[in-house]
């Protein structure tokens, strides 16, 4: 039925529920499950920060990043416990076209989106 199922996740409780039903699913099809992530680019204010702290925007970014890699760090866990094959995507851009962009890369049969 599926092969390869993605699942869009962030720290939000819907993603949480999303990433548990793409977790069941792949148990019951033996597929495989990439959890996918976008970070945003950062707000237009920042670039006022940066002017006065030419850091921070790069701090923040490592920060988002190390934040979310920690995030699939225990998603992957969760996965391998359960033995789920387990894949992790983290791109930054705009949410929509980072994800379109993903996606295609990917090719998953079946996107979950937590809503």
């Known amino acids: 039925m599926f092969r390869k199922i993605a699942v ?3 720290e939000s ?3 949480d529920r999303g990433f548990h039903a793409a977790l069941d699913l792949a148990k019951l099809t033996s597929a495989e499950l990439y959890v996918v992530t976008v970070i945003e680019s950062l707000p237009a204010y920042i670039s006022y920060v940066s002017a006065v702290a030419p850091d921070v925007p790069g701090m923040l970014r490592s920060q988002r990043r190390t934040f979310y890699e920690d995030l699939h760090g225990r998603a992957r866990l969760t996965a391998e416990q ?3 094959r387990f894949h ?3 791109v930054e851009g705009d949410e929509i076209q980072a994800m379109l962009r993903l996606l295609d890369k990917i090719r998953p049969d079946l996107l979950i989106v937590g809503l």
Do not use: T
């Open 8 to 10: 869009a996740f962030d």
């Open 13 to 15: 409780a819907e993603s």
């Open 82 to 84: 359960s033995g789920i």
């Open 88 to 90: 992790a995507e983290i």
